[in-house]
């Protein structure tokens, strides 16, 4: 019987990233849209390690289950590392993607393009009730433009722009931009824990 694997995540594109990645790992995959009761965990521990470790405690606990959790952010170098651990709450407590995006080029006004440099960084943990935590990351550098490029992804990927590819986040295909982000570099160091789990 294949063992379920929780994402402690209502992002729905984070969670449909995170599926792509682990389509071959013999798991059943769940969101937390199978838990309607599971708590709400507030990301307070200010770094990022310590919410994804706070979320994916949290959630085994509830559930019981084996559980990945991720806190990933946007670090931009002339805003001394922020929105970092704020990045989705960037722009208040009601952000979007829009408004954390305008919040972000506002911050940004009169910064050259040479002083734009940013990456995004994921720290990612798994908590398995019988084996104890692990710990995994990923970070992938760039630049923020000073307008948003690209209908694809999520956060802030329209303006975060991957040098290699000249393009955004935005406008690289869902498999390339698995395979150079963040997240992506995060989940494929534990695929082999997660083989060890199944």
Not at 71 to 76: E, I, N, Q
């Amino acid at each position: 019987m294949m063992r379920d694997l929780v994402i402690a995540t209502r992002n729905q594109g984070k969670l449909r990233e995170i599926r792509e990645i682990l389509k071959d790992v013999p798991f059943n995959v769940l969101g937390l849209d199978v838990f309607p009761d599971a708590p709400e965990v507030v990301e307070d521990a200010g770094t990022f390690v310590g919410n994804a470790e706070k979320k994916a405690q949290t959630i085994s606990i509830h559930t019981g289950r084996l559980t990945l959790a991720d806190d990933s952010g946007l670090v931009v170098d002339a805003l001394d590392g922020a929105p970092g651990v704020l990045s989705a709450r960037f722009s208040g407590g009601d952000a979007t993607d829009s408004t954390n995006n305008a919040k972000l080029l506002e911050e940004l006004n009169g910064v050259v393009t040479a002083d734009r440099q940013a990456a995004f960084y994921c720290a990612m943990v798994l908590v398995d009730p019988d084996c104890g935590t692990s710990h995994f990351s990923g970070l992938l550098k760039g630049a923020i433009l000073e307008e948003m490029q690209g209908d694809g992804g999520f956060g802030y990927d329209p303006l975060f722009m991957v040098r290699e590819y000249g393009v955004t986040l935005a406008q690289l295909p869902l498999e390339t931009k698995n395979r150079i982000s963040h997240r992506g570099q995060a989940l494929r160091s534990l695929l082999n824990t997660l083989q060890k789990s199944s």
